[in-house]
């Protein structure tokens, strides 16, 4: 669908990356991603919002505005996956698709790491191919 309206939410600490545990994250900055993600985009003909914060609040509204602003979300909530029942309730009023990306395998990682709140209200997961996985979410959005 040409004007598909993508919008793109980050959770906590992923404005480190690069310099955050490069070797469970990756060298890419969340500027890099955004480029490669807004690239992807209008290569097919979407726009592309992109934002992140280190604050759940912040996240819940904009998943909030998403009901009117986005064609579909897709979201890293970063530990906020683990934690936030507050993101999952305000996935669940969307109806429009929802797809989840971790950057790293969560399943490979600590036990804690294991469980996703959020994925009840995902169409779908990514996780484990780095920056890669936010242009494999955009693939997965096409019609
Ligand atoms: C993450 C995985 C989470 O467990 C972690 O808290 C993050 C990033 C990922 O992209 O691999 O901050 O969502």
């Excluded at 999952?88 to 399943?107: K, M, Q, R, Y």
Aim: overall charge negative.
């Amino acid at each position: 669908m040409p004007g598909k309206r993508i919008l793109v939410l980050n959770g906590p600490n992923l404005n480190m990356l690069g310099v955050r545990e490069p070797a469970v994250y990756g060298r890419d900055t969340l500027a890099d991603i955004e480029t490669a993600c807004r690239k992807a985009a209008v290569a097919r003909g979407w726009s592309l919002e992109f934002r992140q914060s280190n604050h759940e609040g912040d996240l819940v509204g904009w998943i909030q505005e998403a009901r009117a602003e986005a064609d579909a979300l897709v979201i890293n909530p970063a530990a906020f996956t683990h934690t936030s029942v507050a993101i999952l309730d305000a996935l669940l009023l969307l109806d429009i698709p929802v797809i989840e990306v971790h950057l790293s395998n969560i399943h490979k990682r600590e036990e804690f790491r294991h469980h996703s709140y959020v994925s009840r209200a995902a169409a779908g997961v990514i996780a484990g191919f780095g920056a890669k996985g936010y242009l494999l979410a955009l693939a997965a959005l096409e019609d």
